[in-house]
């Protein structure tokens, strides 16, 4: 099959990621390859090493801002030019379209085209995406598909139908599983640094059970960084930096647990699938790691956003085996998750040439 993958033309597939979206778009757009279909991506621009071809749609060279009527800066404009590029783009030799966009103007554009598409929802409801989804399945030849049960649960209200459930996976061979020392090591807590993911209920349980925390992500509000972040490192707590993968992988390499404190829903919760995949167990918050991805042995969520409450269930994941923690991940192994959607890429193309 020819298909052709939508993130947006101004987003970067090159790591390290901003999100976990990325991370799958690479991953899934990979493995098609490798399942013999030929894939390109719409995006500003990805790793060399990839097999996947990018199209790109390029800036204005006159400038897009806008003083007057619909004030704008020169990047937004920017943007705007970029996206609606997709309307002008010849859609007609794939054959299917598979949407992993947040961007509006994508999905007005997609709109119009009559190729038979998959809308990946990759996050949960907001007055925003339910009203650009709600148009674009109403009149685009679209499936929605959630990445877990209650990401389908979520949407189902809003989009009005039953919606299928492809959960997402990794790439195992891109995630080295390590020994870990129990008794030595650090706990170790990576993501988006933001309010909503909550590294400081990390921070609170490290400096109770006096262990070294190291901290990896982007930080996405500088001033919340600034103010509650930063005035709590220390020799004990650090934060690093953004990492990409392998860099990422081997700092799981010296730690004991991973941390999952998200305090807003995770739809699906990648990092958790990549720490258990380096031999890591995990524990956090039901907030941050879906039920799918939940395992008394090895991945421990309560039903709290208490960070006292995670106490003992770091004591008891302690007895938990790099290779259970391993053994565990492998069901979310991307060549599954792909494998489920070269089947539903066969049957809509089926449905809509029958």
Known sequence: MKILLVAGPFITLREPYNGGTEAFIVAHANQLVLLGHSVDVIAKDADEKNLFQVIEFSQSPLSMKDDAYRPCAEWLGQQHYQSLQFGMFDVGNYDIIHYNSFIPEIYAVGALFKIPSILTLHL????????????????????????????????????????????NGIDLDQWKMYDRNSEEGYLLWSGRITKEKNVEAAIHLANHLKKPLKIIGPIFDQQYFNDFIQPQLSKSIQYISHLNQQELNKFAAGAFAYLATASWEEPFGLSTIEMLASGIPVIGFETAIPPELRNKQVSIAVDSQRWQDLIIPLENIKHATPRECRDFAKTFNIKKTSGEYVKLYERLATKITS
């Open 124 to 167: 949960p409801p907001t007055k925003k995406f339910e009203l650009i989804y709600k148009f674009f399945v109403k009149h685009a030849p679209a499936l929605p598909i959630a990445i877990s049960k209650r990401m389908s649960e979520r949407w189902e209200p809003s989009l009005g139908k039953d919606i299928e459930v492809i959960l």
